[in-house]
């Protein structure tokens, strides 16, 4: 700033000196004025409005002026001799006054030891600033070097005319090649940056001062709009990070939820994976687990464990007849009975359908063993209630223990498995320790499984005839239609070998049809041959009879063969009645619209009372073969006989005597007024054609010998 001001004053100093040299040349012979008029006119002056060009006598008096009355009046005083005068004119300190800055004239000039002077007003040296740059305390100011000032400017207001210590301002004061020392100056006091600085060609100095507060008060703000501005992007930060921060435990807890969403999708799935939807048991494949896990256990530390193998008795029938919800209820039940029967150690766990299995680790003792399986046996067979009817089921269960009868997972399940269906072969409910024994007879059962699927399709299954013969006339009026097994390596095979087999496979159901056909066509084709005519019997499993297409067999067969529907007759058990006595009632009506007769098979054994036969609409009676056998022996056996064959006629009914073999049955049976008799003692079952000829030979006959 000292530096442009500096040039500006040198600049506007130098052209008032110009003006000045000018204006002392021109002068001539001529008056004053009349030069100066004609300098004027030439446009060789300053502007008028701000300077008046004067020319003086030698006592300092007017001679000419640009301004015909002079604005300044006092008399130009400060000529030297040599070079440009400056002087303040009017007198003392205080509010502006004008500058004159004169030189001697020449000796030549019409008036010599006269003066030319320019005059102008102070403020012109001080305004080349505004006060944005300046500040209210800023100083511009011209000092001569008498230790007046000039001018001085303050902020906006101009003063002239103070005295001040030129040599102490001027000292170490110039701001070449340094800072601008801060002063406090002396005229009034104000702390300033200031540079005094002397004009090379001019006896006068020029100053320039900003107030330190001012200056400072700027770097201030400007330090507080940087603070501001510091801390609003502190501020802008801090939000960001704390959005930031924000986001990410957004992040975090969407990425933990879909994580935990995850865990727990794989704790379900794993707990799908390795339980029973339905009763929440471990599945087979959690179960092979643990027993690999049982047995590595027991190998290690020299133990044993004991695997049981369970198979609910009857539980298809219950699931088909009832439904499968009442299945499902009772398997529930079963597993919650089953985990009451063992201790925490135990594992009870479901296979799949009825089948469950029970680990028993560190059991050593056979006897032990059977008490955990009789517990079983007992829980599993205490009557419950399902459907608003009471029921039971029991359990047939098979033991193998490790490491005696086996040493790998898959051997000790399967003759756990061999073991079962042996408990189930002694009549159910009962559990079987597995032996070598039961292997060779549960391999026999093994190739007779197999080679049951392919004996339909070989034709190796043929009927057996047994005749009905009628106790008044000796007549065979009847024949019941009996399976049997022509195997080609086994030989002959009976129903009892095969038929619980082809019940649990279902193959009990196209073998049944081939029964139905072939013994319908055989009755047709007997009378075809001459033969009197006579009832035919067939026998129905539970299986078959629950089968929904039972109706159709039956009307398919009475169909193919032409055969009078009232000579058909179906035999069925009570214990296919138990299961569910309202379907089976209405397959039994269903039986009778076609016309086809309907005996109840090896009556008394089952557990039905003899009052619920009312319910059934039935035809005819068989007493069981083993009251007929201890009939003559056993009191009992004769007293229940006589009661089947009293209510059966007081029903209605026809009553026949199964397994007769002799003629003191006979006898008794005829007093008792038994209707129809069936057993050895008449025929043996025989092959259609011997049947034939049995018949034949009977016809003549008066009565049973
Ligand atoms: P079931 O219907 O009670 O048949 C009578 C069984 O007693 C027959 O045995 C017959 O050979 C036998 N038997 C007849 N008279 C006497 C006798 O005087 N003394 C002795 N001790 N037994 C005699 P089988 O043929 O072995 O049949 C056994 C059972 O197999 C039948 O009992 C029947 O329930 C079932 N069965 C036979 N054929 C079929 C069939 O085609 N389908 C179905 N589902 N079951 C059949
Ligand atoms: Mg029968
Ligand atoms: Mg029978």
């Given at each position: 700033?000292?530096e ?70 006092p ?18 300190e ?46 511009l ?15 906006n ?14 000292t ?18 104000v ?29 201030e703000s ?11 992007v ?7 990070l ?12 969407v ?14 799935a794993?707990?799908?994976a ?12 959690y ?27 009857r ?62 046996l ?25 490491p005696a009868d ?14 079962m ?6 009549g ?112 129905l ?34 214990s ?62 004769r ?6 064959i009293?209510?059966?006629?007081s ?33 043996e ?21």
């Open positions: 700033m000292a442009t001001y500096e040039a500006q004053v040198v600049r506007a100093l130098r052209e008032i000196d110009t003006t000045l040299r000018l204006v002392r040349y021109s002068l001539d012979a001529r008056p004053p004025q009349e030069v100066l008029d004609e300098l004027h006119q030439q446009g060789m002056l300053p502007p008028t409005l701000l300077f008046e060009v004067r020319i003086s006598d030698a006592e300092g008096r007017t001679v000419a002026s640009t301004h015909p009355q002079p604005a300044h009046q008399n130009v005083t400060m000529v030297q001799a040599e070079g440009m005068g400056i002087e303040l004119l009017g007198s003392g205080g509010a502006e006054q004008p500058l004159a800055f004169s030189r001697r004239l020449s000796e030549e000039s019409a008036n010599p030891q006269g003066a030319v002077s320019v005059l102008v007003d102070g403020a012109y040296f001080v305004s080349g600033y505004d006060m944005d740059t300046l500040g209210v305390l800023g100083v100011a011209l000092a001569e070097e008498e230790g007046t000032f000039l001018v001085r400017r303050t902020g207001d101009l003063f002239s005319g103070e005295k001040i210590d030129y040599e102490d301002l001027l170490d004061n110039d701001g070449i090649g340094q800072p601008a020392l801060v002063r406090s100056s002396e005229w009034d006091g702390d300033r940056y200031l540079v005094a600085r002397q004009l090379f060609e001019f006896p006068v100095a020029i100053v320039v001062g900003l107030s330190q507060t001012e200056q400072l008060d700027a770097a400007m330090q507080r709009s940087y603070y501001l501005r510091a801390w609003l502190s501020l802008a930060g801090l939000v960001i704390a959005l930031l921060g924000w986001l990410s435990w957004k992040l975090q807890q990425q933990a939820k879909v994580l935990e969403e995850r865990l727990d999708h794989a704790r379900r794993e707990y799908l390795f339980h029973d939807n339905l009763t929440g048991l471990p599945n087979r494949a179960f092979s687990r643990l027993l690999t896990r049982g047995m590595q256990h027991a190998r290690r530390y020299d133990k044993q464990l004991a695997l049981l193998f369970l198979d609910l008795d539980f298809k029938a219950i699931n088909d007849s009832l439904g499968h919800d009442a299945g499902d209820e009772l398997l529930q039940e079963i597993s919650r009975r089953l985990g009451h029967s063992v201790r925490e150690s135990d594992t009870v766990a479901r296979l799949g359908g009825d089948e469950f299995v029970v680990l028993l680790p560190e059991i050593i003792e056979q006897e032990q063993i059977s008490h955990v399986a009789n517990k079983i007992a829980a599993v067979s205490a009557p419950f209630t399902l459907v608003g009817q009471e029921f039971r089921i029991t359990v047939s269960i098979g033991i193998a223990r490790y086996g040493e790998d997972e898959q051997t000790l399940m399967k003759h756990a498995d061999v073991a269906y042996h408990a189930k072969e002694e159910k409910n009962n559990a079987q320790f597995y032996s070598e024994q039961l292997k060779s007879d549960s391999l026999e059962r093994l190739a007779l499984e197999s080679s049951l699927r392919k004996a339909l399709e070989r034709q190796e299954f043929t009927l057996y005839y047994q005749s009905k013969l009628d106790m008044a006339t000796g007549r065979v009026i009847g024949m019941e239609a009996l399976l049997r097994w022509q195997h080609p390596e086994l030989g002959l095979i009976l129903p009892k070998q095969f038929i619980p087999l082809a019940e649990e496979n279902g193959l009990i159901v196209p073998i049944g049809r081939w029964v139905i056909y072939t013994a319908c066509r055989q009755n047709v084709a007997w009378l075809k041959a001459g033969l009197p005519q006579m009832s035919m019997a067939v026998n499993s539970a299986r078959q009879f629950l089968d929904d297409g039972l109706l159709r067999d039956i009307k398919g067969a009475l169909q193919a063969s032409g055969m009078a529907p009232e000579l058909l007759e179906v035999e069925i058990t009570e296919m009645m138990m299961v569910d006595m309202q379907k089976a009632v209405g397959v039994l009506q269903e039986l009778r619209k076609i016309g086809v007769r309907i005996a109840i098979d090896d009556f008394g054994t089952g557990y039905s009372s003899l009052s619920k036969l009312q319910a059934l609409p039935l035809d005819t009676i068989k007493i069981d073969g083993s009251f007929i056998q201890d009939l003559l022996n056993n009191a009992g056996d007293s229940l006989t006589e009661a089947i009293d209510l059966g006629k029903l209605g009914l026809t009553i026949v005597a199964e397994g007769v073999e002799s003629a003191e049955q006979v006898a008794y049976l005829r007093q008792h007024a038994c209707d129809q008799v069936q057993g050895f003692y008449m025929h079952p025989q092959p259609a054609v011997d049947a034939a000829r049995s018949v034949q030979e009977r016809l003549d006959s008066e009565s049973i010998p």
